[in-house]
């Protein structure tokens, strides 16, 4: 290696020698900005309780039809998905920090629509607002926690990332509990007013400060975050000439291009919105009288492992869990589909979708005993995906890209995760009418599989390394 290509290689930020960053407010900084997908959870979570009370609602207040249920539910992901591009947009333009303070607006709005609502268009167009703030969220919020993390928790950082959206989820099932529609909106606002408030005193990456040659406000930015002013070089200006698309024919682009794509491709095609989709049924089937302790029981089993993760990413390594994750997933909807495969096979059920709950012709100890089959496999599905395919994708979206592309790369991965979670949502019951449900779920079962072995072989492990460390990797220096 000559000596320039050394002087290349060397982080852009990076611990002199072999001493640690001990600074603290890095954790208070990542704390800020995950309020931003905490936010994005709520707002998932919100329409689990949200319509039954809707649907129930006595004129003069909006009330909810099946099929508006159904949009009311789905439109997010739309939102979301246009919120990926803005994101991967503004991330680039305004910065980081800007674009986490830019995405409460909508959040607020959208929940300030949500609860001043009189018909049920104002309500869609509350939950559009919503979905394009969780899609500029599920962007933003990885890369500025990446960008302001040492090696050492980096990991465990944006691992918290998946881990606040779990807990969004389960604050709204809790909180449906108790408070109606309008009400549970108006909490709604809550987490990204703290988040605008606590942002405001945050600083900027060091790493996009220094693209922008602020080497001033880079150098206290990262006296804040780390404690001491760390050993950092000025990126070169041709290295960061922004996105087009002859950079893909670069290995340095289309490699991560490629895994971060296809991670939010595996994770959507896992089955885990189909799982979900059918959490409250099952349970029932179990004879779980209430339903919504079901949707909290998958809630805290959903935090518990994430949180798991969060603890182990930095010594387990980003593949090993992928690859963990992806076994158990693979074994439980394997599960899962021959628990249909019992019920649904008889002489007297179809495939029509009418019967899509699980019928048998099975005395009812039996068909109560094949039903705590499918809890088991479930809850065993959702503690899997939680400890790898749930938080890892949006971990390594975050770390695989080089600065100059991190923007166009990163809202093309977050826009291909919600339009696969539209689709997959869309389209599971058409699947299970032409291949049964069993069939259906055995599918995601061979994406799963498709998945582990992507994971073996094609994803890179990325603990402990600087972000230009893992860029050298794949540009093969």
């Known amino acids: 290696?000559?000596?320039?290509?050394?002087?290349?290689?060397?982080?852009?930020?990076?611990?002199?020698?072999?001493?640690?960053?001990?600074?603290?407010?890095?954790?208070?900084?990542a704390f800020a900005a995950a309020l931003g997908p905490l936010s994005f959870g709520f707002a998932l979570g919100y329409s689990s309780p949200?319509?039954?009370?809707?649907?129930?609602?006595?004129?003069?207040?909006?009330?909810?039809?099946?099929?508006?249920?159904?949009?009311?539910?789905?439109?997010?992901?739309?939102?979301?998905?246009?919120?990926?591009?803005?994101g991967g947009w503004l991330v680039d333009r305004a910065g980081?920090?800007?674009?986490?303070?830019?995405?409460?607006?909508?959040?607020?709005?959208?929940?300030?629509?949500?609860?001043?609502?009189?018909?049920?268009?104002?309500?869609?167009?509350?939950?559009?607002?919503?979905?394009?703030?969780?899609?500029?969220?599920?962007?933003?919020?990885?890369v500025y926690i990446s960008e302001i993390a040492y090696p050492a928790v980096r990991g465990m950082l944006g691992s918290c990332v998946q881990l606040m959206v779990v807990i969004g989820i389960l604050l709204a099932y809790?909180?449906?509990?108790?408070?109606?529609?309008?009400?549970?909106?108006?909490?709604?606002?809550?987490?990204?007013?703290?988040?605008?408030?606590?942002?405001c005193w945050m600083p900027e990456t060091p790493r996009f400060l220094l693209t922008q040659h602020r080497h001033q406000e880079a150098m206290a930015a990262l006296q804040f975050l780390w404690g001491s002013e760390q050993g950092w070089a000025e990126p070169s200006i041709g290295e960061h000439q922004g996105f087009h698309l002859a950079l893909l024919a670069q290995p340095g682009i289309y490699k991560p291009f490629i895994i971060g794509v296809s991670l939010m491709a595996f994770q959507q095609l896992s089955g885990v919105n189909a799982i979900m989709f059918y959490a409250e049924t099952i349970f029932e089937e179990a004879k779980f009288k209430d339903s919504s302790l079901a949707s909290v029981i998958v809630g805290v089993i959903q935090v518990l492992f994430t949180a798991v993760a969060a603890l182990i990413m930095d010594r387990a390594g980003r593949r090993l869990l992928l690859v963990l994750s992806g076994v158990v997933m693979v074994f439980s909807t394997s599960a899962f589909g021959a628990y249909f495969k019992l019920t649904q096979d008889g002489p007297n059920n179809s495939s029509h979708l009418a019967l899509l709950v699980p019928v048998s012709t099975e005395p009812t100890d039996t068909s109560v005993g094949l039903a705590w089959l499918a809890v088991g496999s479930m809850c065993l599905f959702i503690a899997g995906f939680a400890i790898g395919w749930g938080p890892i994708p949006w971990l390594l979206m975050s770390e695989i890209f080089p600065l100059h592309v991190k923007g166009v790369a990163t809202g093309i991965c977050v826009l291909t995760n919600w339009l696969m979670a539209f689709l997959v949502t869309k389209e599971f019951s058409s699947l299970m009418v032409v291949l049964r449900p069993y069939g259906a779920f055995w599918l995601?079962?061979?994406?799963?599989?498709?998945?582990?072995?992507?994971?073996?072989?094609?994803?890179?492990?990325?603990?402990?390394?600087?972000?230009?460390?893992?860029?050298?990797?794949?540009?093969g220096r």
């Open 1 to 29: 290696m000559t000596p320039d290509d050394q002087e290349e290689a060397q982080p852009l930020l990076g611990p002199p020698g072999s001493s640690t960053p001990r600074g603290r407010r890095v954790f208070l900084a």
């Open 50 to 86: 949200a319509i039954p009370s809707l649907q129930r609602a006595a004129p003069p207040a909006p009330r909810l039809n099946d099929s508006a249920a159904s949009w009311f539910g789905a439109i997010v992901t739309l939102g979301a998905a246009a919120g990926g591009v803005l």
């Open 96 to 142: 980081r920090k800007l674009s986490l303070l830019l995405c409460t607006v909508p959040f607020v709005v959208g929940f300030a629509v949500i609860t001043a609502a009189q018909d049920v268009w104002m309500l869609l167009g509350g939950r559009l607002l919503t979905g394009l703030a969780c899609g500029i969220a599920s962007l933003v919020a990885p």
């Open 174 to 199: 809790l909180a449906g509990w108790v408070l109606e529609w309008r009400w549970l909106a108006v909490l709604g606002c809550m987490p990204p007013s703290l988040m605008l408030l606590l942002m």
């Open 444 to 475: 995601t079962s061979a994406f799963c599989i498709f998945g582990v072995l992507f994971s073996l072989f094609c994803v890179p492990e990325t603990k402990g390394k600087t972000l230009e460390q893992i860029t050298a990797h794949f540009e």
